[in-house]
Antibody, heavy 118, light 107 residues
């Protein structure tokens, strides 16, 4: 059974940093592209970032490029999102998600809440 | 960037009714269109990918169609457990983009 479990969320002040983690199990982690998708309270879904199998290629949404960094450790079956220079508009539930071959998201974690506020 | 315009924003359906949700892409997406269902307080779940392929375990009352820039999700015979938000997503090119969502209520 595929499982994705996020951790690392919490309350952070504007301008601060936070690192999210996602522990993957139930599939061959290194075979799949992985991603982060977020959802602001009572809002829709926003793709944040994607990383290739070995982590050599990354893609970012315009709203986070230059501030967020996606990475992975295939030996640990782990996905990460380093978030710097956080803004109030980054407040959201962040989901770890697995890409299927055509870049839709076939498995999602339960999500982790990030609140940016003073 | 490819914009996804989803309609309607909300709809209300009676049990057993057939409903449709549409997504219009701002450019051609070559059938790289997925649909998700999100129940209250839960993570999104993939229903359909590449326009019409049903994800494993998804009931056959869900179906997808479309081409070019116009795509739709149909639920044939709405059930109580279908109450949820539905989102489309283009998987054709980066940045990956979602529609704004449709809230389905059951009468």
């Amino acid at each position: 059974e595929v499982q994705l479990v996020e951790s690392g969320g919490g309350l952070v002040q504007p301008g601060g940093s936070l690192k999210l983690s996602c522990a993957a199990s139930g599939f061959t982690f290194s075979d799949d592209y992985m991603a982060w998708v977020r959802q602001a309270p009572k809002k829709g879904l926003e793709w944040v970032a994607t990383i290739s199998y070995k982590g050599t290629t990354t893609y970012y949404g315009d709203s986070v490029r230059g501030r967020f960094t996606i990475s992975r450790d295939n030996a640990k079956n782990a996905l990460y999102l380093q978030m710097n220079s956080l803004r109030s508009e980054d407040t959201a539930t962040y989901y770890c998600a697995r890409h299927e071959s055509r870049l839709s998201f076939d498995y999602w974690g339960q999500g982790v809440m990030v609140t940016v506020s003073s | 960037d490819i914009q996804m315009t989803q309609s309607p924003t909300s709809l209300s359906a009676s049990l057993g009714e057939t409903v449709s949700i549409e997504c219009l892409a701002s450019a051609g997406i070559s059938n790289d269109l997925a649909w998700y269902q999100q129940k209250s307080g839960k993570s999104p779940q993939l229903l359909i990918y590449t326009t019409s392929r049903l994800q494993d375990g998804v009931p056959s009352r869900f179906s997808g169609s479309g081409s070019g820039t116009r795509y739709s999700l149909k639920i044939s015979g709405v059930q109580p457990e279908d109450k949820a938000d539905y989102f489309c997503q283009q998987s054709y090119k980066y940045p990956l983009t979602f529609g704004s969502g449709t809230k389905l209520e059951i009468k």
